[in-house]
């Protein structure tokens, strides 16, 4: 697959000694192997979980305490070097990719979980430790930390954290900004900050919002404590399949709409079914237009009362067959195909792009439509599988990359897509970040004004502008060259704006 | 009640022409009654809800529309005029307190409900909209909003942004924080921001949070967009007597520990019960030492499951005597008596001091008790009436502001309670904002690089720190006076901070 190039000129004004930066990095950590400038080994950080996007940076490190990112951040501030913080590298937006000009600062080896207080249902943990190893540390204690991105294996706090990370169960237990109560941040000239509270409404502005989805742009996250949450005392999953994308569709909106809010509400189209069945076999209906998986957890009264309730609306809305999982292990399997459903999908293409947009639910069935008649118009098939009880799409589109101009043509389907999730008044970002994927599409969202603002709270935590540049939010320069900004005889609108 | 002089010199450093500020200020409002300089008239807006401290404004404008907000603030950046805004007035910290240089800018003709969308449940208000009037409005829908201070009736959703409210229901439901999707905000140089989002992760910065709580200091909002949530299918009110001020803390703990969230839980120690009962008769066992008042909310059989486990839990912390309402009636009266609890307390003391802090729940039995202790020790009578489920307390301190010198005793005896909260690992500020009563303390609150960290978030706002200064934030001028912070040589310990 053909890689990006993407970082404007604008991006890549850094102008320093790099064999002096080599060295002064070599000086404040303790171990010889956290610095890396070797280039093969430098390969393991050049994309993340967005591989179309490709650099190295100038250098690698892998600090093991909070005084050695003090140093790092130190160093790079009086030197004016870039820092790209990195946590497990998943990112699907190219969040974490490096700057040419840059240090990777990877939090790998802060992987410690530091304390679980089951009495307080808190759980202090180093960025670097996997979303799933924190549930597991709690399990003893019948707790667990809600956001399950699906990547939850792999992914680690602090990219959680820089993403704002949701997952399967957020349309009832919120995303990261939910669960998270305080953070420790290194800022750009080395000191700890701790920032949040686990009281419920701390004294002074709350920054811990503006820094939970910042994508590294704030500060360096080296600590965080999250909220943990009972077991629900019971769960049950239901599958129900429907003979048209709008009866679907119209059933996600009717269940939250009769003021149901599943722990989780997920929908398949046919192709994802397909796709999904191949693989894992999960007895999915193969002939069904459309499936959703229902989860109800809470009480044994509570999930009962609803799952009966949700019953009787799928079938209002033409539910073909409703099943319910009366063993843990049908529940896995309803589970099953869903889980594995990207991996299955990546079976039956070469490529496929991973798209994240936000629509009200009640357009769900409108869109879905649509996206299938630009499917058809671009030759390209589009693979449905998404959170539908918060009306998070993740359509995947199928391609080949070693066919020429196919990535391009997928690229404008997905430009297309985000613009139809634009126009029914949704967002082209939902829960996989802005990063480097939709750095342009920015330029369009915000007004000056917005973007202005943007940048006065980006210089309060990073005036010199070295904590990932290029990401998330665009510089005027990038939005000048990309045409979604007004710009007056080859002037910026706000010549005054200092830039970064 | 002799009233405090709270502004330092510090806070006083603005040079303008008065003459010519009320003149451009009449300029741009139609409205010729919108501009008071009047004395008799400005003593309307001395005071706020904590009526110990009093200042006049130089001037208050009541504009109608945004564009003369835009052009107010215009102007008091122009000239560097302090500008207070104000809702409904109810802060109970003195956060709408004018500045003697200042402008005090009303929001009370901002009184309209804009829109009531019942399908995506959002409602669209204007900040001087009083908080019950969200949910009256919302009700034809089946509808509601749920923070519900107790102050509800009179206070507005623009106050209740600023200091981010909560009330009986934040337990299960949130604060402010958690109900508020977007707001409108004017910058102190007249732009107007759309801020937050109905989507569930919108791209940028999340500012949100920041603006929430910041007690007017960075901008001033002109429509706010709340969530709306669909009334409990149910609901059920649980009144439950204890021997002993430990059995109801231990109980609280209890339930909470047990997994369940009460829609409100409710306690009331003897001298509140007695205060309420004699006011309004809600029928309460006055010979207990503490009852809990416990709200249930959700489908039929959740609450009634709940309402069997809560009864169960309750009688092993030994409650002598557990009620639950069988009708509206019961369940009314069951509350009349906590909402009158404050206005109950008035009638028996000529003046009170209404305290905020938070604690662990697991300390509150502790707590209490070492509040009772310290009742004695100062000879001033202590009233519990709070929200005990997330262990906001509110101790109401009894006191006679005419008995020269019991205002300084109560005030000694507030220090010693929230000192008691800080070293059970409490705070000082639950859901009253720290507005100019808690400004000193935030000196020990908050260490120097975070002071540093929120003065740089403050300058992105509001560079000539004209928006509600010597709130919410200490200067470090205010901490070296107050002596919390280390001076050496009567020098400030950060010479290079740009200061408010």
Redesign the interface.
């Given at each position: 697959m053909s890689a990006h190039s993407v970082y404007l000129e604008d991006d890549c004004r850094f102008e320093y000694n790099r064999e002096d930066l080599v060295a002064r990095l070599g000086q404040v950590l303790a171990n010889p192997e956290a610095l890396i400038t070797n280039e093969e080994a430098l390969r393991a950080y050049e994309t993340d979980g967005l591989a179309a996007y490709r650099q190295l940076p100038v250098a690698a490190v892998l600090p093991d305490t909070v005084e050695e990112v003090q140093a790092i951040l130190r160093i790079c501030n009086e030197l004016e070097v870039p820092v790209v913080a990195r946590g497990a590298g998943t990112s699907l937006s190219a969040g974490a990719l490096p700057h040419p000009q840059g240090i990777l600062l990877s939090l790998s080896r802060f992987n410690r979980i530091l304390d679980v207080d089951a009495?307080?249902r808190v759980a202090r943990v180093q960025p670097g430790v996997r979303n799933l190893a924190v549930s597991e540390a709690a399990a003893p204690y019948g707790l667990y930390y809600a956001p399950d991105p699906s990547s939850q294996i792999a992914c680690s706090i602090g990219g959680n954290v820089a993403e704002?990370a949701?997952g399967v169960h957020?349309l009832k237990y919120g995303?990261t900004?939910?669960n998270v109560l305080e953070v420790t941040l290194v800022?750009i000239d080395g000191?700890?900050?701790?920032i949040g509270?686990e009281?419920?409404?701390?004294?002074?502005?709350?920054?811990?919002?503006?820094i939970?989805?910042?994508e590294g742009?704030?500060g360096v996250v080296v600590e965080v404590a999250v909220k943990l949450l009972?077991e629900p005392?019971t769960k049950k999953v239901m599958l129900a399949a429907f003979p048209t994308v709008e009866a679907g569709g119209e059933a996600v909106a009717g269940i939250i709409?009769d003021?149901i809010i599943p722990g989780g509400l997920e929908m398949m189209d046919n192709a994802a079914i397909r796709a999904a069945e191949d693989f894992v076999h999960a007895g999915y209906p193969v002939d069904a237009a459309t499936i959703l998986i229902c989860e109800l957890d809470?009480?044994?009264?509570?999930v009962?009362?609803?799952c009966a309730q949700v019953s009787k609306l799928m079938e209002s809305y033409g539910a073909t067959e409703i099943r319910i999982a009366e063993t843990p292990e049908q529940a896995q399997a309803f589970w099953a195909g869903r889980k594995a459903a990207f991996p299955a999908v990546g079976r039956i293409s070469p490529d496929y792009y991973c798209m994240d947009g936000?629509i009200?639910r009640?357009h769900l069935s409108t869109v879905l439509n649509r996206m299938q008649a630009l499917s058809e118009e671009y030759g390209l098939r589009v693979v449905n599988v998404f959170h539908a009880g918060?009306g998070?799409l993740h359509p995947l589109v199928l391609y080949d990359g070693n066919v020429p101009g196919e990535l391009e043509r997928t690229e404008e389907l997905g430009g297309r897509i985000l613009e139809l999730c634009v126009e029914v008044g949704?967002?082209?970002?939902?829960?996989h970040g802005?990063g480097m994927e939709?750095i342009n599409q920015?330029c369009a969202?915000?007004?000056p004004?917005?973007l202005?603002?943007?940048f006065?709270?980006?210089?309060?935590?990073d005036p010199k502008g070295l904590l990932n540049p290029g990401k998330?939010?665009p510089t005027l320069n990038r939005c000048a060259e990309f045409g979604a900004m007004h710009v007056h005889k080859g002037e910026l609108p706000f010549p005054d704006i200092e830039r970064f």
């Open positions: 009495e307080r704002n949701g957020c995303l900004i939910h800022t000191e700890v900050l701790k509270s009281a419920p409404d701390a004294p002074g502005y709350d920054m811990l919002a503006a939970i989805g910042s742009m704030l009972p005392l709409g003021g809470g009480s044994e009264a509570e009962a009362a609803q936000t009200p009640k918060d998070n949704g967002t082209v970002t939902g829960e802005v939709k920015m969202q915000f007004s004004p917005e202005e603002q943007f006065a709270l980006k210089r309060a935590f998330a939010i």
